[in-house]
């Protein structure tokens, strides 16, 4: 199922604590970034990549890219203050097609299993987000105190990619615009429309790399990778 993938690239490093944006850091002596890129590349499914970035990291970014061969790389937009700002100006930009994919740059181990599946279920039925089975015990709680504890049975973690028919998500993110509405991701805007969204299951692995302690399970993540390679 062929797709095309936006990556917000415009944040920060405030909760990493770096005094840069996030996805320039290093795993390995590798941008972040460029190791999300790689799955795309690798992807033959994958039509084009458009990337929302910084104005002035725009440069950087572009000479990251053509270092590491990332040849499906087929514009940038200029992110904007919020992620949903970021997507709405690559959709200004990218051609129609058929599957829209947004994920999070800062998320390098998505599984390429996970997101065929996730562009097969947007192409048949719409909007198509991966999340993860809550594991821990969930309760409420007001002023220090827990009010409920929440049957974990129905809640999921979600995660990126969040796949959707180009047309679906170019007319929800236009309701959400001329409604001054703010969402957390892009399904969000979806529901709004009142259309469902089917959740797939995703793995443990598809972190965000959002703060220091992240940074270290991605590199174990890369360790136990390069081992079963090797093996």
């Not at 990556?7 to 290093?26: I, Q, V």
């Not at 973690?157 to 703010?182: C, D, H, M, V, W």
């Amino acid at each position: 199922m062929k797709y095309t993938v936006v990556l917000p690239a415009a944040g920060s490093g405030k909760r990493m604590k770096a005094d840069k944006n996030k996805l320039l850091l290093e795993l390995f002596d590798k941008p972040i970034f460029i190791y999300t890129l790689e799955v795309f590349q690798r992807d033959p499914n994958c039509e084009g990549i458009w990337l929302a970035v910084k104005e002035e990291e725009r440069s950087l970014m572009e000479d990251f890219v053509k270092e590491y061969g990332i040849t499906k790389v087929a514009g940038f937009a200029v992110g904007g203050a919020e992620r949903q700002d970021s997507v709405r100006a690559c959709l200004k930009m990218i051609p129609a097609c058929d599957v829209l994919l947004v994920h999070d740059a800062a998320r390098p181990f998505i599984d390429a299993e996970v997101i065929l599946h996730l562009a097969k279920e947007a192409a048949a039925s719409g909007a198509a987000i991966a999340g993860v089975r809550v594991k821990d015990t969930i309760k409420k709680a007001e002023s220090g105190f827990i009010t409920e504890t929440v049957e974990r049975g129905k809640l999921w973690i979600i995660q990126t990619p969040q796949a959707f028919r180009y047309s679906l998500i170019k007319e929800a993110a236009a309701a959400a615009y001329e409604a001054g509405f703010l969402g957390t991701d892009e399904a969000m805007l979806v529901e709004r429309l009142g259309h469902p969204v089917k959740i797939v299951e995703s793995n443990y692995e598809n972190v965000k790399m959002t703060t220091p302690d992240d940074l270290i399970y991605g590199k174990a993540i890369l360790e136990s990778r390069r081992q079963e390679e090797q093996q």
